[in-house]
Structures are given as structure tokens and as C-alpha cells.
């Protein structure tokens, strides 16, 4: 996923050199690795952690506090549910939830086979449509809950 080539060891030495090693800097340097790899790979972190003046326990404290922050790969397809105003009344609840039920993960996990990935996020400016998942550039409207398994496959056979 990483569009760098580098190996742990020289790309947490390569991210002190560019943020310092202080604890005022954690927070830029996962925003750093989020960038590079779309994940906090937890073989980087804990490198970096022999390296800087934080703790593992400080920077897992910090990284699991925010939500921009994951620890997995996004999967091929990242599903974005709108839990806004307009789609939480239209019930994106029970969108989340079917979704859940279907891939066996919960938000911020990836299925096991890698396909899909699952977050909830603010409006996604196109209220009419609720409720609305994104995949990609693309706003699915109108979702049904007892539809969600037609539509991950509608999702698969479209990208691929
Ligand atoms: S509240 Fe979901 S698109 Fe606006």
C-alpha cells in the first residue's frame, strides 16, 4: 500500500529526522505514516517508539483517541456510511448495522478477505439522497438494510 519503498527501520529513523523525536510531534507523525501507507502499521510504530522520546503506551494512547487514526488497511472497497442528520433520521443506524452483520466486522475494521472497509462519517452533502454510503467517488442513495448483501455484490462486480 506504502508508495515508499523503505523498510521500517530507515523509514522510522527518516521520520525523526523530519519531525524530532518529542512528544509534541506524535501527532504529526502519524498524520505522516496515515499519508504514506493509509494505516499505522504496528511493526512502524513500534520502531519509531524505541527512537523517540514517547512511550508505546503514549503513542497507542494518542493514536487510538483520535478517530482519523487506524491501525488496518483500508479494503478494496471503502465504504463510507453518512451517519448526518438527514441520514441518521432516514436510518443509517440500521445501515451500519446490516453492513456489520454482513462483512462480520465493526467500523473502523476491514473484512478478513480484504475486500471491504467500514467508517461512518458526516454529511456527505447530497441529503436527498439518505441514506447514503460512499464507495470511493461514488454515493449510493436510498439504502435499504435488508438489501446490503445485493449490494456489496453490485459494489465487487463494479470495480472489479
Ligand atoms: S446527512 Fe447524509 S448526506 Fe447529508
Not at 462483512?103 to 462519517?121: A, H, N, P, R, W
Amino acid at each position: 500500500m506504502s508508495s515508499l519503498k523503505l523498510d521500517t527501520k530507515t523509514e522510522a529513523n527518516d521520520l525523526i529526522k523530519l519531525f524530532g523525536k518529542s512528544k509534541e510531534q506524535l501527532i504529526p507523525i502519524l498524520q505522516e505514516i496515515q499519508k504514506r501507507h493509509g494505516y499505522l502499521p504496528e511493526p512502524l510504530l513500534k520502531e519509531l517508539c524505541g527512537l523517540a522520546d514517547f512511550s508505546e503506551a503514549e503513542l497507542f494512547g494518542v493514536a487510538t483517541f483520535y478517530s482519523q487514526f487506524r491501525f488496518t488497511p483500508r479494503g478494496r472497497h471503502p465504504l463510507k456510511v453518512c451517519t448526518g442528520t438527514a441520514c441518521h433520521i432516514a436510518g443509517a443506524t440500521a445501515i451500519v448495522e446490516a453492513l456489520q452483520d454482513e462483512l462480520q466486522i465493526k467500523v473502523g475494521e476491514t473484512s478478513q478477505d480484504g475486500e471491504f472497509s467500514l467508517e461512518t462519517v458526516a454529511c456527505l452533502g447530497c441529503c436527498s439522497l439518505a441514506p447514503v454510503l460512499m464507495v470511493r467517488d461514488e454515493a449510493i442513495g436510498q439504502l435499504d438494510p435488508l438489501q446490503m448483501k445485493k449490494t456489496l455484490s453490485r459494489i465487487t462486480e463494479q470495480k472489479t
